[in-house]
């Protein structure tokens, strides 16, 4: 069971593994033994998290989700299946602790006064600069 909050939890029934061969070092060992670890879970038809950070982690996470609805993540980052199956569930982790805070919402802002008094400044000096160029061209 992977525990995310104490209110969150996704039971390991819903994962689904496979295993490849890895890329990258390894010698003689990389083309015998299936050490990249693949995390298929289904997260449409999951009742583990609440529909609102489902449809966060789907915003977040579009590219890792499959046209049937299944969310991906891969780990060959070490040399045996163990460690990337644990290193895919701490992804997971990540990916779900970071959909759970909604985003802020944006407060409109208006320029300062002094801003706009700079903006114009500097519109009127590069206005002036332009003014002396092509004055001095027509002599």
Known sequence: MLDITENI???????????????????????????KAVLRWNLAASSSLPPDVKTRLQQQQRHRVTTEGDFLITSQRYRDQ?????DCIEKLRQMILQALTPPKPRKKTKPSRGAKERRLAAKRHR?????VRRHRGEE
């Open 127 to 131: 206005a002036a600069t332009k003014a």
């Open 9 to 35: 939890h996704i039971p390991d029934e819903e994962f689904s593994w496979s295993f490849a061969r890895s890329g990258g070092p390894g010698g003689q060992n990389v083309n015998k033994v299936a050490s």
């Open 82 to 86: 163990e460690h990337n199956r644990e």
